[in-house]
């Protein structure tokens, strides 16, 4: 009977523990974003999430009206295959960082985050198809925003439906794990890519 009722108090503890702890990220990401807008109200650099040849041609375009921008791809499609759009629209190589360590919409943004604190960037334009922006705008407001980075959302038309709530719901959990572990749980998943290439 004690030890029944030693569970019971343990587990409701644990779940008042957690419950807390949400609490309180909820209420700092939005303070945190605040104060990165506040910080550069303006975007500082541009992020493409990968998933199709549209996004980065779309990203060269865009970036031919922003020009002191740097760009970074997170896992797009192959390099020279980057390489050679951006060259086309005559974006300078130096602006260009193609980044293929994500595997998924989550390690887009968890790869890239020390990499964007590093810069002391506060506020970027967050790139993807419109079907995607949900889940990833969802994501963005956690990891980002938990690491006081804000962003501007700009979507790039499609005959997409949108993704589904489950899917964007589920994304939100991993990234409020990653928040508290630094574990995104892409590992019990395949990996599509590994590596990161400088863009030559």
Known sequence: MLVKRFHHVFRKS????????????MSIIPIRLAIA?????????ILTLGGGQDR???TAQF?????????WVSSG?????????????????QR????????DTVTNFTSLV????SRNIHHLYLITSDFHMPRAKAIATIVLGSQGIT????????????ESLVEILRDSCRAIVWVFTGRTGASLSPRVAHSSYAFR
Not at 96 to 103: I, Q
């Open 56 to 58: 980065e041609e779309f």
């Open 96 to 103: 260009v960082h193609l980044d293929y360590r994500a595997s």
């Open 14 to 25: 644990w779940i008042l523990t957690l419950v807390g702890l949400l609490v309180i990220l």
């Open 151 to 162: 962003f501007t959302p700009i979507s790039i038309p499609s005959n997409e439906p949108t």
């Open 37 to 45: 807008h506040y910080q550069a109200p303006h975007p500082q650099t």
């Open 63 to 71: 970036a031919q009206t922003h020009p002191s921008l740097e760009i």
């Open 114 to 117: 020390k990499d964007f604190n």
């Open 77 to 93: 499609i192959p390099p020279n295959n980057a390489r050679e759009i951006f060259r086309a629209a005559g974006i300078p190589k």
